[in-house]
């Protein structure tokens, strides 16, 4: 097991040190998510139905954090059971490729092809060579403290990973509180969101054109941020110039995301059933196309509870794999992903 240096306390607090950032006030609260869902014209967006992959049976079963692996092959997570699995599209088999994953959530392949992993319960970041099988762990603490559980990550084309980590505290005398990290190919790792700014980040994503940093709010407590925010993307990756573009508030939030060439944003959002949170159903369940400037444009609907996130892939990257409650489904688009960053082999 291999791990990266962190960087200095001094460099942290440099790192850290964001001008007007006025996250909560940025815009006004919407109107309402349901009433956006009226003549939408979701065919120039989805051209099939909704399509099931694979069924995962299992003790306890939460599927999240689809990426595609060089051969196209989708590793995603059981959370619940700590296993990373992978579905294979040319034989339909489906495999555990880890079993003890620390409750693997998002998973990402970077431009080289090795699979990072934010480990909730471990509560770490870690990459693994698909060669070797050698896992090093990239982060798992901060400013001298254990980080919370991360949760999602993306990584922009300087090879920068940004990710997200979630407690449900919110002193930072206890330990690290809800925030976005972002990890330098040297290793080196600061802080660029954090409560009170953020309230419960999940999603996170760059732009196909690398210039904006999208990041999604999910906290289910009553007036807390329920919503989707950009911000501009730095030469040196920082960020800056923050506002909410949609807000999916009084309904649940969104929590997995991806983009297409065009720049637009597939949120994966929405429950079939209340929770015992303050989420109402106000947001319909499934995926929601959204413009770069907010708009929503088109509506897929899942069938069951908890649609978590999604990805592209397929040979064309016209295939979008949505991981949701027990199931691995797939919808073919009209428009299609990013071209893969990786270089295989």
Request: with cysteine; charged share 25%; proline share 6%.
């Amino acid at each position: 097991m291999m791990k990266c240096s962190l960087i200095s306390r001094r460099e942290f607090l440099a790192a850290n040190a964001i001008t007007g950032m006025t996250l909560i006030a940025s815009s006004a609260r919407a109107a309402g998510i349901s009433e956006l869902y009226a003549g939408l014209k979701s065919d120039d967006f989805f051209t099939g139905p909704l399509k099931e992959e694979a069924k995962v049976v299992d003790q306890k079963v939460f599927t999240e954090g689809p990426a595609i692996a060089p051969d196209g092959r989708v590793f995603f997570t059981n959370a619940s059971a700590a296993k990373i699995l992978i579905w294979n599209p040319k034989s339909r088999e489906l495999s555990t490729y880890r079993e003890n994953s620390g409750e693997a959530n998002g998973l990402l392949f970077d431009h080289v092809g090795r699979l990072l992993a934010c480990e909730g319960k471990a509560g770490r970041v870690t990459r693994t060579d698909m060669k070797t099988g050698e896992i090093t762990v990239l982060v798992d603490k901060f400013g001298g403290h254990p980080l919370g559980a991360p949760n999602d990550l993306t990584i922009d084309a300087k090879g920068r990973i940004y990710f997200t980590s979630r407690l449900p505290n919110d002193d930072p005398k206890k330990n690290n509180v809800n925030s976005v990290y972002r990890i330098d190919p040297d290793c080196k790792v600061a802080r660029v969101l954090h409560e009170p700014d953020i309230h419960m980040p999940n999603g996170v994503e760059v732009s196909s054109d690398g210039r904006t940093l999208y990041l999604i709010e999910s906290d289910g407590r009553e007036n807390r941020n329920r919503c989707l925010f950009a911000y501009d993307l730095k030469e040196d990756g920082s960020v800056t110039n923050t506002r909410r573009i949609i807000d999916f508030y009084p309904g649940r939030g969104g929590d997995g995301l991806c983009v297409d060439v065009f720049g637009n944003l597939y949120v994966a959002a929405g429950l079939h059933k209340t929770r015992g949170t303050h989420e109402t159903l106000d947001t319909k369940p499934g995926i929601h196309v959204v413009s770069p400037s907010g708009k929503l444009l088109a509506y897929l609907a899942t069938p069951i509870d908890t649609l978590t996130n999604c990805t592209f892939g397929g040979e064309d990257r016209k295939t979008l794999f949505i991981t949701c409650g027990d199931r691995l489904l797939s919808v073919r688009t009209h428009q299609p992903g990013p071209k893969w960053p990786v270089t295989p082999g």
